[in-house]
Nanobody, 117 residues
Framework: VQLVESGGGLVQPGGSLRLSCAAS????????MSWYRRHPQAPGKEREL???????????NYADSVKGRFTISRDNAKNTVYLQMNSLKPEDTAVYYC????????WGQGTQVTVSS
């Protein structure tokens, strides 16, 4: 099982990024998939659940802090989950990870998102 996150980078406040998570070794379409993040100020704390999407993509859920700005989606044919992030704020700076919900698989390396002017 492998989860590979990509798409992070440095962006100015108000900017956008699109993250991708490529899953292999399991059929992601059988799982509720989610994006999590860990802030740099909290390296030892649990990852924060950011967004989740049901197996067929019919239902999504978001943390209050990102609601209205982030959109989770999935392409089951590609075993890939996406996170479109708009109107980014400095407090969105974190390492972003994907996994199922609850997270049963080994964590990937994540992708760093830095929001700064």
């Amino acid at each position: 099982v492998q989860l590979v996150e990509s798409g992070g980078g440095l962006v100015q406040p108000g900017g956008s990024l699109r993250l991708s998570c490529a899953a292999s070794g399991f059929t992601s379409s059988s799982y509720v998939m989610s994006w999590y993040r860990r802030h740099p100020q909290a390296p030892g704390k649990e990852r924060e659940l950011v967004a989740a999407i049901t197996s067929a993509g019919g239902s999504t859920n978001y943390a209050d802090s990102v609601k209205g700005r982030f959109t989770i989606s999935r392409d089951n044919a590609k075993n890939t989950v996406y996170l479109q992030m708009n109107s980014l704020k400095p407090e969105d700076t974190a390492v972003y990870y994907c996994n199922a919900l609850p997270p049963p698989f080994p964590w990937g390396q994540g992708t760093q998102v830095t929001v700064s002017s």
